[in-house]
């Protein structure tokens, strides 16, 4: 029963005296010792440390890091024998299935110093022992080996410059670049992300420790982010997969933040100003402890030593700055400073805070990073990093740095910063025009000025939904979007100027009614909306669409706008929208029962916007006089209009706008209305795609005739949100086609 070493697959040989020039990182998770993570280099030591922990294994029965059923269960085999070790009972942690009957009496026949000694304790392989050996045998082997390992845990200290080969543990959506950056968010999509060094950290309580790292936030749009990241110290036992992206950064959720068990220590480089956690704005520094309401914090900057003056960062500046933070355990005291990458470290630090981490920090943690991506694209860099216990980080040289990729030019906001006293004093459009209206300095371009609340998180997210969409649509039809830039707290849309301002103004104000000609080419510039679902790159489903939102250039032709509540998705994706936002009237009916946005909700609310440029009269209107229906609160246009047609295909042009009298095409009125009354169907698959609107709009394909029936588009609305049986046992017959009375068992004319 003699032991033999085997599977020698990551053996490395070298000459004695020489420099082992290993420097990947292999081996098994619990054998590995610390100083593989920093250096990667393996040694005699380096196998000295991976024999203690077997040792340790052979002697305890025990591997050296154990799962329980539960995170919390994890058991660190070293920790646990230094834990009884203290305790005085350190001969405790042999194997329990020995139950001491390991022999103290002789000594080994085969042995090769104290550790052979000591493994040999099973009673079937157990060696004989002298009987001058002393009983504590165990006990004093297992304090050598527990030496050795504090040895290598303390006065730890790791440098990364870049992270090729670093062997991070990574969680959720963080990644290596191929360049050697550490990348912690690339999406859109609400995901976490962690990275931490391999090994988690002994930290004692009378433990200074000193890290320093170069980062970039590098966002979609130039100087604005909607989540930051941190810098954590947590224990090992604390489960972050419950944690939250966006403004939790990946560390808390709503339950736990502020729950002292969390034991977590952090510094967050935080973009967004959230009212919840008493942010003091959008661009600071914050030291937290176990919560996301920060103990201390500074705006972003830092002093300038040879002017003591303070000087202004830009977090989301998408350039590169480094982040020093150090924890003096003696006074108890965490100083934190900021500085451009390659600029040395400030001699007056950003901010100071008085904090006990012996009360705080686990005596056994892991140190990395946290974030989690939010509605806009952006993506959090690490160029570099180091750490020490007890002693300055390490520095880092600069040169030695991956790059961060090549990102575009900024969009230029200098022009509309200089613009923004002339569109404050130039006055106001219209309502509906767009807001504050000026003309940009060296040029004659008219512009229109949205101004969007920074205070209100619906502000912000109407803002970027307008970036992200309309930012990069080019169509006729669409408000064009020239630029945007945020001064002094204030988020500012700059558009192309439409001199005669939203539609609504002239369906429903006094003055001169649009006649059927403008009327028409209004509507056929729904070719805007078809673009937006299927010609472009990816598919936007602007959720809003009503007469207000169409803005009419010098010639009269309609340009959809305000995309604050847009969204934007792959072709062939579902869409993930569940939160129902929109106009009255003009919502279609499954939205309140699956708050999921699509493109045929789009196809509805143009349905209730075709009858409402048609007959000139809003979809649902306050009355004082009951109505044939016997609602005497409200007018509902599309009931309205269906009443006309169930009367007869020639009586439903009497619905055209009585303003027009009989200046108006028979032929076309009546394909507009009924293409109307088709668009809003109750059932999502009776409504045609806007490819099959415009069709029908420019006369290369027919519009199926209305089958007769008594059923009203707020009957059939009902029974799709209330009982669902539209669904159940309605047969459509096709995708442009309404439900006759005998498909859904109803009778009449």
């Known amino acids: 029963m003699s032991a033999r070493l085997g599977d020698f697959g990551l053996a490395k040989l070298y000459d004695r005296g020489t420099d082992p020039q290993t420097t990947s990182v292999v081996g098994t998770m619990g054998y590995l010792a610390p100083e593989l993570a920093c250096t990667r280099r393996v040694t005699p030591a380096t196998d000295v440390f991976a024999f203690g922990a077997f040792v340790l294994e052979v002697a305890c029965g025990r591997r050296p890091i154990q799962h329980g059923a539960a995170d919390d269960n994890r058991l660190v085999l070293a920790d646990w024998v230094l834990e009884r070790w203290h305790n005085g009972d350190v001969t405790d942690t042999a194997d329990p299935r020995l139950c001491g009957a390991y022999d103290v009496e002789r000594r080994p026949r085969r042995c090769s110093g104290w550790a052979c000694a000591a493994v040999k304790v099973e009673v079937t392989t157990r060696q004989a022992c002298s009987a001058r050996a002393p009983c504590f045998l165990l006990a004093s082997l297992l304090l050598l080996l527990l030496a050795q390992l504090l040895v290598a845990v303390a006065g730890v200290e790791f440098a990364y410059e870049g992270f090729p080969a670093a062997g991070l543990a990574l969680d959720g959506i963080a990644s290596v670049t191929p360049d050697g950056l550490l990348l912690l968010t690339n999406d859109t999509d609400l995901n976490l992300a962690h990275a931490f060094h391999p090994a988690p950290l002994r930290f004692h309580r009378t433990s200074s420790s000193s890290t320093t790292f170069v980062f970039a936030i590098v966002s979609e749009l130039a100087d604005l982010s909607t989540s930051g990241f941190a810098f954590l110290v947590a224990p090992t036992s604390r489960d972050l997969s419950s944690a939250m992206a966006a403004q939790y950064l990946g560390l808390f959720n709503g339950s736990d933040n502020g729950d002292a068990r969390n034991r977590v220590f952090a510094v967050e480089l935080d973009t967004v100003r959230n009212p919840e956690f008493a942010d003091m704005n959008d661009n600071h520094v914050g030291v937290d402890v176990n919560s996301l309401n920060s103990s201390a914090a500074a705006m972003a900057g830092y002093s300038d030593d040879a002017t003591g003056a303070f000087r202004n960062l830009s977090l989301a500046s998408r350039e590169p700055m480094q982040v020093w933070v150090d924890y003096d355990a003696a006074a108890t005291e965490i100083t934190v400073a900021l500085a451009p990458a390659r600029s040395p470290w400030p001699r007056r630090p950003l901010l100071t805070t008085r904090i006990d981490l012996s009360m705080v920090v686990a005596d056994t943690a892991h140190v990395g990073f946290s974030s989690g991506s939010s509605i806009v694209l952006c993506k959090h860099y690490v160029l570099g990093w180091s750490f020490s216990l007890d002693g300055p980080a390490p520095a880092l040289d600069h040169a030695k740095l991956p790059t961060l990729p090549r990102i575009g030019p900024k969009p230029q906001s200098k022009t509309l910063a200089v613009a923004l006293p002339i569109v404050t004093t130039a006055g106001v459009l219209p309502a509906g025009g767009g807001g504050p209206l000026g003309v940009l300095p060296g040029s004659r371009t008219e512009v229109a000025v949205k101004r969007v609340s920074h205070e209100s998180r619906q502000g912000l997210r109407e803002f970027i939904a307008e970036v992200v969409s309309i930012g990069r649509l080019r169509h006729r039809n669409l408000v064009q979007l020239l630029g945007y830039c945020r001064r002094r707290g204030e988020l500012l849309l700059v558009y192309d100027y439409m001199p005669h301002s939203s539609l609504d103004k002239h369906l429903h104000w006094h003055g001169p009614a649009l006649d059927w000609a403008q009327r028409l080419r209004i509507i056929r510039g729904a070719s805007g909306l078809l673009y937006m679902h299927e010609d472009w790159e990816q598919v936007v489903i602007h959720r809003d669409i009503k007469a207000s939102n169409v803005l009419l250039d010098g010639e009269m032709n309609g340009r959809l706008g305000d995309f604050g509540l847009a969204r934007l998705y792959d072709h062939g994706a579902d869409p993930q929208t569940t939160h129902v936002v929109g106009t009255m009237g003009y919502l279609a009916p499954e939205l309140v029962r699956t708050g999921k946005a699509t493109t045929l909700s789009d196809v509805f609310a143009f349905g209730a916007f075709l009858l409402e440029v048609a007959c000139g009269r809003r979809p649902i209107e306050e009355e004082e006089e009951e109505d044939v229906y016997g609602d005497d609160d409200r007018f509902v246009l599309a009931d309205w209009v269906l009443g006309h047609w169930r009367n007869g295909a020639i009586t439903i042009t009497r619905a055209v706008d009585a303003k027009l009298g009989t200046g108006y095409d028979a032929a076309e009125a009546d394909t507009v209305l009924r293409l109307g009354l088709t668009c809003l169907h109750p059932s999502p698959a009776a ?63």
């Open 687 to 749: 409504r045609p795609s806007m490819k099959q609107v415009m069709q029908y709009l420019d006369g290369s394909a027919t519009l199926p005739k209305l089958p007769p029936t008594y059923v009203t588009v707020n009957m059939l609305a009902a029974m799709e949100t209330h009982q669902g049986v539209l669904g159940t046992w309605a047969v459509w017959r096709s995708a442009s086609s309404v439900a006759t009375m005998s498909d859904i068992g109803l009778s009449g004319r």
